[in-house]
């Protein structure tokens, strides 16, 4: 599975929810730099879908699904900048600060990964429910 999310929940909410303005311990200094390259890419899918893709899994049965792995996301992955702008589209993150982001292209910081989950839609049967991230968030707002 990708990385998995609800509104409440995922890297969104970690890192919209991290108080970039405040200095006062060393935890809160080393939870922003977990933050990343603003254009790191991060694959998703959420919650719903995920349980979504496990059913179909099911119901395809074991002649489809045995000793075979299955790669889950909604095949469009979004950048950690991409990420944040979606989220504060809501109105749970509307007021949040954008974090701050560590990492460039300069240090030839590794970008991400793309997954192509194609096969494994095609065998389950299976599409997400959601198209993307932003789409969810535009659902949500």
């Given amino acids: 599975m990708a990385g998995l999310y609800t509104l409440e929940r995922g890297a969104h909410s970690y890192w919209l929810n991290t108080d970039n303005n ?7 200094n080393d939870r922003k730099e977990i ?3 603003s254009d790191g890419l991060i694959n998703l899918v959420s919650y719903d879908d995920a349980a979504g ?5 099911l119901q395809v049965g074991s002649k489809v ?14 950048t950690r900048q991409q990420i944040c702008e979606s989220a504060v589209k809501t109105a749970l993150y509307r007021d949040k600060p954008m974090p701050k982001f560590i990492g ?8 991400g990964k793309l997954y192509d989950g194609t096969v494994s839609e095609r065998a389950l049967h299976w599409k997400p429910r959601y198209e993307s991230f932003d789409d969810f968030c535009e659902m949500h707002s």
């Fill in 22 to 28: 405040d200095n006062n311990s060393d935890t809160d």
């Fill in 104 to 111: 460039s292209s300069e240090n030839n910081d590794p970008i």
């Fill in 53 to 57: 893709a496990v059913l179909s899994a």
């Fill in 65 to 78: 699904t045995r000793g075979k792995n299955f790669l889950i996301s909604d095949g469009h992955p979004l």
């Fill in 35 to 37: 933050v990343g390259r």
